[in-house]
C-alpha cells in the first residue's frame, strides 16, 4: 500500500550531483515505495534546487531503521558542535 507520506522543506547547503556542487534550496522527505531500494518501504530524502532544473538533485533511500540512526547521529554531532562552538 501506497503511504504518500511527504514533506517539502526549504534548507541551505550545497550538494554535489555528477560533475557538480550546486546549493540546495529544498528538500522532500518522504515515506513510500522506494525507487532503487529493494523494500516495501524507505525514507527518501531528495536534495534539490529545483531552480536549476532536473539535474540538481542528490536522491537518497534508506531502511526505516538506518533512517532512525541517521537522524540520532545528527542529533548528536549537532549538539556536540554547539557545545564545541560556545567553549
Known sequence: ???MIAEKIEVAGSGKARD???DLAQT???FDH????RREHALSL???????GPGARVA???APDAARALAA???RILDEGA?????
Open 28 to 30: 522532500y522527505v518522504s
Open 60 to 62: 537518497v533511500e534508506l
Open 73 to 75: 547521529a545528527i542529533l
Open 34 to 37: 522506494p525507487f532503487h531500494y
Open 83 to 87: 557545545k564545541a562552538e560556545g567553549a
Open 46 to 52: 531528495d536534495f534539490v534546487n529545483e531552480s536549476l
Open 20 to 22: 557538480r556542487w550546486f
Open 1 to 3: 500500500m501506497c503511504t
